[in-house]
């Protein structure tokens, strides 16, 4: 790919990760939280 087909497609794509950034960002925590939870809690669920 060529510099200005990245650039054309960076601009589609820049709206697209701004909007659901906030959405990313919480599913991240919300996967730190979870990983800290299954850590803290080494018991087997059966």
Known sequence: ???????RF??????VVVANAPVILAGVAAG??????VKNTKKPTA
């Open 32 to 37: 730190k939280e979870i990983v800290k939870e």
């Open 1 to 7: 790919m060529n510099l200005k087909k990245i650039l």
């Open 10 to 15: 960076a601009k589609k794509v820049a709206p």
